[in-house]
């Protein structure tokens, strides 16, 4: 599923679909059920300074990053409740740059979002947990933006890899600078 690379956009690789199995799907939900806690681990001690410090030149400050993954994963939730009680909806795409830029995320201190998090995942986890594998593989989900239609399988791995993606851009930013 991941490739290690030398590209900081994508310090895990990109995101691979892959097929079902029992052991991805356990390894999927405990992502979703760990992510906030990684997330955590992965600021733990840094200064205001170092929260400010772009993981990569041109990219998103470490705090836009955290309170990325609370706006990208506030989102999931909600796509995967619609996909799993409507026939294929349409989900909302919205502006991931112009959200890094608002006012709750350069005013707003990440443990906020972090809160958030711990919230959210504990209802995302919650609400997939006892979700068979036919229901995975069969309900959709329709992305206009892509003009693609997703099962909650690939949305899953996607979602779990998104987290697990912008913690290694944290953790991979504090290796390069010995923090």
Avoid: C
């Avoid at 690789?13 to 990684?38: C, R």
């Avoid at 026939?87 to 890094?100: L, R």
């Avoid at 990440?110 to 919650?126: K, S």
């Amino acid at each position: 599923m991941e490739t290690t690379t030398q590209d900081l956009r994508y310090p895990t690789g990109k995101y691979t679909p892959v097929p079902y199995s029992p052991e991805q799907h356990q390894a999927w939900l405990n992502d979703i059920k760990f992510l906030p806690q990684l997330l955590e681990n992965a600021i733990l001690n840094l200064d205001e300074k170092q929260l400010e410090t772009p993981y990569r030149d041109g990219g998103w400050t470490i705090k836009q990053v955290v309170h990325h993954v609370g706006d990208s994963h506030m989102n999931a939730i909600i796509r995967f409740k619609l996909g799993l009680t409507e026939n294929n909806p349409a989900i909302k795409p919205y502006d991931e740059a112009a959200w890094a830029e608002l006012n709750d995320v350069k005013e707003l201190p990440i443990n906020i979002t972090l809160t958030m998090l711990h919230a959210i995942h504990a209802r995302w986890y919650a609400a997939l947990y006892k979700i068979d594998a036919e229901t995975l593989q069969q309900r959709t989900v329709f992305h206009p933006e892509h003009q693609k239609e997703m099962t909650l399988w690939y949305l899953l791995g996607m979602y779990a890899w998104h987290g697990k993606h912008h913690v290694a851009h944290i953790t991979s930013l504090r290796d390069r600078n010995h923090w």
